[in-house]
């Protein structure tokens, strides 16, 4: 049985980042101000350490920043501070995330030298005028250039993704998607973009030059790229930003911001599926369905939205889930007839 893995975050907000694209804000969005020091990662690990199952694989990692972004020394006073505990064996490795434009092949040797296993990419978009509008700074090129290091070097690679940029569209954000996959990532996060006050794209916002990305258009640009990546193999990490009590009490004043938006996807994709099972003839009928072991409460959707929307649209009487682990994938769904 494969152990179980812990993640120690460490957030480094905005440290090494040589741009402001419109739509940061790393203090609001991560709920952390101060930039991480070698005594802070120190202090850090300890605590985790102190109530952490000692059963698991433990990994640090640094979010937030663009890590190999800043000076070396300060790369390599971080990661050092990590080092003891690596040889100890009380973590495992390290993971970092950080921009395209800060990867070379001098960066990638000092990371392998320091016992770094994952890298995630902020890439957002692989196009062109989304990334000028966003105020990226870097272009499509650059980023599949420094995807494909990482990959030679042979770390696990993470691509982040946005969707709802200015200049974004869906048809945009799924081409990214499927450029994504010909890179052949590890796992893929996907951040619909969410309205951060004390940012440019908030001002943007106010101003009606940007209009928001909405939940319900994330949801349902989410349910194709979540389809894309998982008939590619490919795992996605995470969907949506993760909540914190600075965004849920008013930092995020807009667009597609929500507790459960991974969840909100996944019931549009069963309720795609079911309607593919559904005619006009089970008019009244009570239908049953077959969905994965542990999926019923996404077939089944927030408040049975699902199921109302199949009486809406089919008129059935009403939708039972039963569920199998003969099916694998996840939105795989069987219809039984009784």
Not at 70 to 89: D, F, N, R, T
Not at 190 to 215: A, C, N, Q
Not at 287 to 308: C, D, H, M, Y
Not at 322 to 327: K, Y
Request: charged share 30%.
């Amino acid at each position: 049985m494969t152990p179980k893995r812990s993640i120690i975050p460490i957030f480094v907000p905005h440290l090494g980042c040589p741009h402001d694209c419109v739509f940061c804000n790393q203090r609001r969005i991560s709920g952390e101000s101060e930039p991480a020091t070698a005594e802070k990662t120190v202090e850090i690990i300890e605590e985790a350490l102190s109530f952490l199952p000692r059963d698991t694989d433990k990994t640090v990692a640094f979010y937030g920043g663009s890590f190999t972004a800043v000076e070396k020394e300060m790369q390599e006073e971080l990661l050092g501070a990590v080092q003891p505990y690596i040889l100890s064996g009380k973590i495992g490795d390290i993971r970092l995330s950080t921009r395209p434009d800060a990867i070379d092949e001098d960066v990638t040797a000092r990371l392998k030298r320091f016992n770094v296993r994952t890298v995630e990419l902020g890439i957002q978009s692989l196009d062109e005028e989304v990334l000028l509008l966003s105020k990226r700074g870097h272009t499509a090129q650059c980023a599949e250039r420094a995807a494909k290091l990482v990959k030679e070097a042979g770390f696990e690679l993470i691509l982040q993704m946005m969707t709802g940029l200015p200049g974004d569209t869906p048809q945009k954000s799924v081409a990214t998607a499927r450029r994504f996959c010909e890179l052949k990532p590890d796992g893929v996060r996907i951040y619909p973009t969410v309205v951060v006050k004390d940012t440019e794209l908030f001002e943007m916002w106010r101003s009606g030059e940007y209009r928001e990305h909405s939940v319900k258009e994330a949801v349902e640009l989410g349910a194709d790229l979540l389809d894309i990546f998982e008939k590619a193999g490919i795992t996605v990490v995470r969907f949506g930003l993760n909540p914190t009590e600075d965004l849920s009490g008013g930092d995020a004043a807009g667009g597609a911001y929500h507790p459960a938006l991974r969840e909100l996807a996944e019931n549009v994709r069963y309720l795609r599926a079911e309607k593919k099972l559904v005619s006009d003839s089970d008019r009244g009928k009570t239908l049953r369905f077959i969905v994965p072991r542990g999926r019923t409460s996404q077939a089944v959707g927030q408040k049975r939205a699902n199921i109302e929307a199949l009486k809406g649209e089919f008129g059935i009487k009403n939708a039972v889930f039963i569920e199998s682990d003969e099916i694998n994938n996840p939105c795989n769904i069987r219809r039984e007839y009784v």
